[in-house]
T-cell receptor, first 115, second 112 residues
Framework: NAGVTQTPKFQVLKTGQSMTLQCAQD?????MSWYRQDPGMGLRLIHY???????DQGEVPNGYNVSRSTTEDFPLRLLSAAPSQTSVYFC??????????????FGPGTRLLVL | DAKTTQPPSMDCAEGRAANLPCNHS???????VYWYRQIHSQGPQYIIH???NNETNEMASLIITEDRKSSTLILPHATLRDTAVYYC?????????????FGEGTQLTVNP
């Protein structure tokens, strides 16, 4: 298993540009999430999905869109990049279940710089 | 969801046990305590989790107090590669799915 993969690893954007961060997992996990991490801070949840066709907002959703057309893929779209979106973005997945018995697996991250 | 409180930093000598504390005084009965760590801004790595009983795996031990208001992560023989930020997380769960709420964690530095 490759686990959770993310592309690209690094990206530089100009203000106003749009782009899509890719995330894929091969563990047949239903739950997938996107987090951002700013320097010296913990991760903050952007959007998450509990299965194909179902998405919901996290703590900091503004400026980002997601979709979940397949179980494997969960892309994150920046509609119009802003310098405040400069961050490291992590994708995560975990299996279905109840009562917090499952663990989340994280991808290696995408480092985004918006000029 | 329950909040957690951790010291911002700790030091440990290589080969000694590292004991990382966490307070979660508002934890509810069906919330689990999770520990993750993050090395050099890599993706967070799962370490261990528990509900009431103490837990042990190949990486660490988790000691949860009887009232569940605090816990301690124990790395029995810390190595230089254990230097990382350690996050104590209470797993928030709602009907539409579960998610993790990260705090700022504890920067553990293992010294030679």
């Amino acid at each position: 298993n490759a686990g959770v993969t993310q592309t690209p690893k690094f990206q530089v954007l100009k203000t106003g540009q749009s782009m899509t961060l890719q995330c894929a997992q091969d563990m047949n996990h239903e739950y997938m999430s996107w987090y951002r991490q700013d320097p010296g801070m913990g991760l903050r949840l952007i959007h998450y999905s509990v299965g194909a066709g179902i998405t919901d907002q996290g703590e900091v959703p503004n400026g980002y869109n997601v979709s979940r057309s397949t179980t494997e893929d969960f892309p994150l779209r920046l509609l119009s990049a802003a310098p405040s979106q400069t961050s490291v973005y992590f994708c995560a997945s975990d299996s279905t279940g109840t009562s917090g018995r499952e663990t989340q697996y994280f991808g290696p991250g995408t480092r985004l710089l918006v000029l | 969801d329950a909040k957690t409180t951790q010291p911002p930093s700790m030091d440990c000598a290589e080969g000694r046990a590292a004991n990382l504390p966490c307070n979660h005084s508002t934890i509810s009965g069906n919330e689990y305590v999770y520990w993750y760590r993050q090395i050099h801004s890599q993706g967070p790595q799962y370490i261990i989790h528990g509900l009431k009983n103490n837990e042990t795996n190949e990486m660490a031990s988790l000691i949860i107090t009887e009232d569940r208001k605090s816990s301690t992560l124990i790395l029995p023989h810390a190595t230089l590669r254990d230097t990382a930020v350690y996050y104590c997380i209470v797993r928030y769960e709602e009907t539409s799915g579960s998610r993790l709420t990260f705090g700022e964690g504890t920067q553990l530095t293992v010294n030679p």
